[in-house]
């Protein structure tokens, strides 16, 4: 499964590169939701919400089922493929574990050294380079099945 990460301000965008990858056959888990009845919420029970989806989607981050996590980093309040605090937290959390981390667009500057550290892969704005990466590490673990039997 791939897990995509990015700020929820780009949620749509973010469901269009699911569908893309869904279209490749790869599996997709994106962050939780809010819905309507979020903003009936008081701020202590808001705040509440945010940490849990949070957390969440950090076990998915962190998952045993995990491939790899894709960062959707979009322009935003005048930042060229901006990455705010909790997806750098996500890309940590998956650089920790050992996952593999791809970059939709370009390493913002500010974190290009820790990104190329990470081994993170910009893939400007194309995900054929992560479906085939994807396909041939499935290919691979379906063989070892086969010889296992």
């Known amino acids: 499964m791939v897990v995509v990460c990015g700020s929820m301000s780009h949620f749509g965008s973010m469901c269009q590169v699911k569908e893309e990858l869904l279209d490749d056959a790869v599996p997709v888990a994106l962050p939780d939701v809010e819905d309507e ?13 945010v940490g849990r989806a949070a957390l969440n989607h950090l076990k998915r ?12 980093n979009f322009d935003k309040h005048g930042i060229e493929d901006y990455i705010g605090p909790s997806t750098f937290a996500e890309i ?20 290009r050294d820790l990104l190329s550290a990470w081994k993170a892969v910009p893939l400007h704005g194309r995900l054929d380079p992560l479906v085939q990466l994807y396909r041939d590490a499935c290919g691979e673990r379906e063989r070892q099945l086969d010889l296992q039997v």
């Open 37 to 49: 009845d979020i903003a009936a919420l008081d701020e202590a029970n808001y705040r509440q919400f």
């Open 92 to 111: 940590a959390a998956a650089a920790s574990h050992g996952k593999r981390i791809f970059i939709l667009n370009e390493f913002p500057p500010v974190y």
């Open 61 to 72: 981050v962190r998952g045993r089922n995990t491939f790899a996590i894709l960062v959707a």
